[in-house]
Nanobody, 122 residues
Framework: VQLVESGGGLVQPGGSLRLSCVASGISLDDVVMGWFRQPPGKEREGVASVERDGKIVYASSVQGRFTISKDIAENTLYLQMNSLKPEGTGIYYC?????????????????WGQGTQVTVSS
């Protein structure tokens, strides 16, 4: 199983970025997927998660600004991030787990990507 994130970069506060996570060795139809981020010097935290049937949960800190989605044909997970804030700076990871229920809890995920850096700064 391999998860490869891309799309990170430097963006000004209020700006937008779209992260991608290409999966191989698994089908996004068969797993629960999640996005996590690790701010500098802090623990990794859950951002968003999507169940097999498309049910979604967001962390309260990103609700209304971030959108998680998946393209089954491309086997790719996305995170559209709008109205970015400086506290959104960190390494963003996608993760996959077996089961059926979405989760923002790190330890339930088995597979992880290498992460992509997002920096929100003027």
């Amino acid at each position: 199983v391999q998860l490869v994130e891309s799309g990170g970069g430097l963006v000004q506060p209020g700006g937008s970025l779209r992260l991608s996570c290409v999966a191989s060795g698994i089908s996004l139809d068969d797993v629960v997927m999640g996005w996590f981020r690790q701010p500098p010097g802090k623990e990794r935290e859950g951002v968003a998660s999507v169940e097999r049937d498309g049910k979604i949960v967001y962390a309260s800190s990103v609700q209304g600004r971030f959108t998680i989605s998946k393209d089954i044909a491309e086997n790719t997970l996305y995170l559209q991030m709008n109205s970015l804030k400086p506290e959104g700076t960190g390494i963003y990871y996608c993760a996959a787990r077996s089961g059926y229920i979405y989760s923002l809890v790190e330890y339930v995920y088995k597979y992880w990507g290498q992460g992509t850096q997002v920096t929100v700064s003027s």
